[in-house]
């Protein structure tokens, strides 16, 4: 609704006047037309408003705020779609208070990062360059994704470095005390080959979880399945 005319405030063009509705309090910032440009007011729910002209543009609530039209909330933050900050490193900061999670998600040269508010940097970094690089604990990644770490598959398998050394290549780590297995398969799904590795022997299957077709004994004999069973084709001196 519109002010009332009754007690106000002049500030050159504009008024100040307390808002007359009959469902809630607040007030409003009249222009010379008499009609709201801005009006901050309560509905009888309690719940926070504000009004640019007639339109409701943001509410707050006990538990959230909501940007509810398009429109310009101040010089570095709007909203249409979609909330843009402007400021050096810009960021945004989200903090759960039911659970404690404290998040920042912000700006950084040539990244986008996110992190726990004072984490330890970069290791508990995402980082996301302009490029389209993703580091996980990695700043500046150079290739499509970088992690900084390891990575656990939903089974429980670990990718690592090398135990030896970082620049060696890596380890697959099974969940299994005894085994492991790296199998390969085509685009299709169609297997290609399992190498296979257990206490006192390794080498590959002759399916995905299938027999022994090479077998190499730890510092013992080579054997090898030509279609009768294993044979031994090597021996220790």
């Known amino acids: 609704g519109v002010a009332n005319d009754g007690e106000g405030t002049s500030f050159g063009d504009l008024v100040v006047k307390q808002q007359g509705d009959t469902s809630a309090d607040g007030f409003a910032v009249v222009g010379t037309t008499g009609n709201p440009s801005l009006r901050l007011w309560t509905d009888v729910n309690g719940n926070r408003k504000i009004n640019a002209g007639g339109t409701e543009v943001i509410s707050f609530t006990t538990s959230a705020i909501s940007l509810l039209q398009p429109t310009t909330l101040s010089s570095s933050l709007t909203t249409g779609g979609d909330i843009t900050i402007s400021s050096g490193n810009a960021g945004l900061r989200l903090h759960d208070t039911s659970s404690g999670s404290n998040f920042a998600i912000f700006s950084n040269a040539n990244e986008l990062r996110m992190a726990q508010v004072n984490a330890t940097f970069p290791g508990a970094y995402l980082n996301l360059t302009t490029a389209g690089n993703l580091g996980l604990g990695v700043t500046g990644a150079s290739e499509r994704l970088?992690?900084?770490?390891?990575?656990?598959?939903?089974?429980?398998?670990?990718?690592?470095?090398?135990?030896?050394?970082?620049?060696?290549?890596?380890?697959?780590?099974?969940?299994?005390?005894?085994?492991?297995?790296?199998?390969?398969?085509?685009?299709?799904?169609?297997?290609?080959?399992?190498?296979?590795?257990?206490?006192?022997?390794?080498?590959?299957?002759?399916?995905?979880?299938?027999?022994?077709?090479?077998?190499?004994?730890v510092d013992g004999a080579l054997q090898i399945d030509q279609g009768s069973g294993l044979e031994t084709v090597l021996t220790t001196a």
């Open 146 to 217: 970088v992690v900084g770490g390891n990575i656990m598959l939903t089974s429980g398998a670990t990718l690592t470095n090398h135990s030896s050394n970082n620049n060696y290549g890596f380890q697959i780590k099974s969940a299994d005390n005894t085994q492991s297995a790296l199998e390969l398969r085509d685009n299709g799904n169609n297997w290609k080959a399992t190498f296979y590795g257990a206490t006192t022997a390794y080498g590959f299957l002759d399916g995905p979880w299938g027999n022994w077709d090479i077998r190499k004994a």
